[in-house]
């Protein structure tokens, strides 16, 4: 497999999990009884270079909601501009709107997506950020020791570096490539799932005793992100107690659009 293909790989195997953070920060609405419930929709769409374009437009969730996504908004016109070329979605199902071809995202390129929705101007704008430079890791196997209270073992870190000369943001992503991974622990009882760590503007960061749950070969993935998405991943949206509104970087609507990049590293992890 050549490094572009990898590349591509990578991207598929993360954006559903960060997708589900963020149509989660905007299951909420302030008020389930006003007219404006549905007044303004919610984005969600990731610009990756060398992949294809997805961007999903569905209504905002009522509180007692417990589907993922709101229903979807069909029939729109979903247009993006690089500054210099325009493009049109096709909408290849309800509320999913797409764009095949992989080579319009690019470098360090700023674009802009702008659809209409009752009369107004949905819109909104980010510049796709560099890839991680420098990511390297301290080991290539992480030693779990069996957590017991009568000798316990000592943990020792993974340590993971990269440059970060100007304070940009990232995000650090774990995936068990195993078919079946066993658990680390007899009392973990949880299905497998991938985790993230929303590390921000830092240069190294340093596995723990409970970052895995289960042995076997890892792919940890370093996405450098946008301020925007750091941002929208911070906002809790509230509590059932206290509804806020979260971050967004819409234009008369929720969600977010953004753009990424990501470098990947291998490790073991075992018992």
Request: net charge neutral.
């Amino acid at each position: 497999m050549n490094s572009h293909m990898k590349m591509k790989t990578k991207y598929r195997q993360l954006l559903p999990a960060v997708a589900f953070i963020i149509c989660s920060l905007f299951a909420c609405k302030k008020d389930s009884n006003s007219d404006s419930d549905y007044a303004r929709p919610v984005v969600q769409g990731y610009l990756v270079p060398g992949e294809a374009i997805k961007v999903r437009v569905y209504y905002q969730k009522y509180l007692e909601d417990t589907i993922t996504y709101g229903f979807p908004i069909t029939g729109l016109k979903l247009n993006i501009s690089d500054g210099t070329h325009t493009i049109t979605l096709t909408e290849s199902k309800e509320g999913t709107y797409t764009y095949a071809s992989t080579s319009f995202v690019a470098d360090k390129k700023t674009y802009t997506l702008n659809f209409a929705y009752n009369d107004q101007t949905i819109s909104a704008q980010t510049t796709v950020p560099d890839m991680p430079v420098g990511f390297k890791a301290s080991n290539t196997d992480q030693y779990v020791p069996v957590m017991t209270a009568s000798d316990p073992e000592t943990f020792v870190a993974v340590n993971f570096n990269w440059t970060n000369n100007n304070g940009a943001y990232y995000l650090m992503a774990f995936k068990n490539t195993e078919t079946n991974p066993d658990q680390l622990s007899s009392r973990n009882f949880r299905a497998y799932q991938d985790s993230e760590e929303l590390v921000g503007q830092v240069s190294t960061w340093a596995t723990r005793q409970m970052t895995f749950t289960h042995k076997g070969n890892y792919r940890i993935k370093l996405f450098h992100i946008n301020k925007e998405y750091n941002d929208a991943l911070n906002s809790s949206g509230g509590s059932s107690l206290n509804l806020t509104t979260p971050y967004t970087n819409i234009v008369n609507g929720l969600g977010i659009f953004t753009a990424m990049q990501a470098d990947s590293l291998n490790l073991r992890v075992y018992q």
